[in-house]
């Protein structure tokens, strides 16, 4: 069984621009969450996505954004970079539990963005 | 909110050493507990988890044990391996995921041979 795939592996973009990123959650997966992990802040949840609906969000600025498309795939956006959006972006995915919330949490290796 | 403490290091042990990572929690309601373990390049991996208190985790040779009464969840291995040499995670998931995982800073372990 395929893990989560995450794209591009590694980006650099000037501040200012914005940028997308993917990612493919496992097979069966409905839910996929995004975390942001930098030296400084360590890992942080930025937002969640199930059935193509946010269900939960941490506490990141309007810039941040995401959606989820019917097959479950989903991107994060982020406009408007900055020198501080430098991070390592993680998504992971979750099976079905009776359409709770599911303990379990695959991760993907991540899009390594570089904002100069 | 919830928060996770835990050791930053970083810790360098031997080969076959007996190891202990601390970590202890802050969080309302009932939460569950997990390692999670990030090797050089990669994303995360789920080592254990805990959804209860009293439970023990294990995957291998780690375990640890969920400790309502000391709000802990220390990570423990009898021999290490240089191929443990890794960055380790403590984490929590309580309020039914509302705020995501909560992830402590982390503990780079390094294992000399």
């Known amino acids: 069984k395929a893990g989560v795939t995450q794209t591009p592996r590694y980006l650099i973009k000037t501040r200012g621009q914005q940028v997308t990123l993917s990612c493919s959650p496992i097979?069966?997966?409905?839910?996929v969450s995004w975390y942001q992990q930098t030296p400084g802040q360590g890992l942080q949840f930025l937002f969640e996505?199930?059935?193509?609906?946010?269900?939960n969000k941490g506490n990141f600025p309007g810039r941040f954004s995401g959606r989820q498309f019917s097959n479950s795939r989903s991107e994060m956006n982020v406009s408007t970079l900055e020198l501080g959006d430098s991070a390592l972006y993680l998504c992971?995915?979750?099976?079905?539990?009776?359409?709770?919330?599911?303990?379990?949490?695959?991760f993907g290796q991540g899009t390594r963005l570089t904002v100069v | 909110g919830n928060s996770v403490t835990q050791m930053e290091g970083p810790v360098t042990l031997s080969e076959e050493a007996f190891l202990t990572i601390n970590c202890t929690y802050t969080?309302?309601?009932?939460?569950?507990l997990f390692w999670y373990v990030q090797y050089p390049g990669e994303g995360l991996q789920l080592l254990l988890k805990?959804?209860?208190?009293?439970d023990k985790g294990s995957n291998k040779g780690f375990e640890a044990t969920y400790r309502k009464e000391t709000t802990s969840f220390h990570l423990e291995k009898g021999s290490v391996q240089v191929s443990d040499s890794a960055v380790y995670f403590c984490?929590?998931?309580?309020?039914?995921?509302?705020?995501?995982?909560?992830f402590g800073k982390g503990t780079h372990l390094i294992i000399q041979p």
């Open positions: 992971a995915s979750s099976p079905p539990l009776g359409g709770t919330y599911n303990t379990e949490a695959f």
């Open positions: 097979s069966g997966h409905r839910s």
């Open positions: 996505y199930f059935s193509e609906t946010q269900r």
């Open positions: 969080a309302t309601g009932y939460p569950s």
């Open positions: 805990a959804t209860k208190a009293d």
């Open positions: 984490a929590l998931l309580s309020g039914g995921g509302a705020d995501g995982l909560t």
